[in-house]
């Protein structure tokens, strides 16, 4: 027992409870499409790193276009897995602690939606022009 602090009957647990699980159910998608999408961009990140590590011990591999290349490779690497894995997996931590920790339901999942595409579309982007010597 806590000190000056009764338990909780088992009607207040059940509400406590009820309201997580009203809290989850609202953050659950925005937080799942940015788990997903910071998934693939460490799959992605990763094939690019592969690919420099590749470069480091076979610098004559795939020398045929500027895209593959150990600069726009390298750049690309980074920006995958700096924006892409890193940026989406700490929205999606952030998003569902501020839930939790505030006791409140997410209020404007399209918004969230709405940026998720954004930050994709941009990453996407951004790895196509380094890529194609665009810095």
Known sequence: PHMGHPDPTPAEQARAAA???AIDASCRGPVLWFLVSATAWLLLGSAFGVLV???FTYPDFLTNHLQTSFGPLRMAHLNVVAYGWMTMAAIAVGVWLMCRLARAELLHPRLLR???VVWNVGVLAGV???LH???
């Open 53 to 55: 590590s590749l470069k």
């Open 19 to 21: 309201d997580r699980a």
């Open 114 to 116: 709405a940026s998720y």
């Open 133 to 135: 010597g665009h810095g």
């Open 128 to 130: 196509y022009g380094v």
